[in-house]
């Protein structure tokens, strides 16, 4: 799912909420390279956080890792 995320437009295309929970799944499981991870990032940065995005990064954090 990381390749598709990064792949959606910068500033047009925020992630949805399964979208980003998948983009975390990969990232917390090691199926994420450091530059996918990077360009991730950067993707959030132009837009910043959206009412799904972070929800959905809880979602796939292990319960034992929530803040």
């Known amino acids: 799912m990381i ?10 295309e925020p992630l949805s909420r399964a979208e980003a929970a998948s983009v975390m799944t990969d990232i917390m499981s090691g199926n994420a390279s450091e530059a996918q991870i990077g360009a991730m990032n950067a993707k959030r940065r132009p837009a ?20």
């Open 3 to 12: 390749k598709e995320a990064i792949a959606k437009p910068i500033s047009t």
């Open 48 to 67: 910043g956080d959206t009412p799904n995005s972070v929800p959905g990064c809880a979602e796939a954090m292990p319960a034992g890792n929530r803040t």
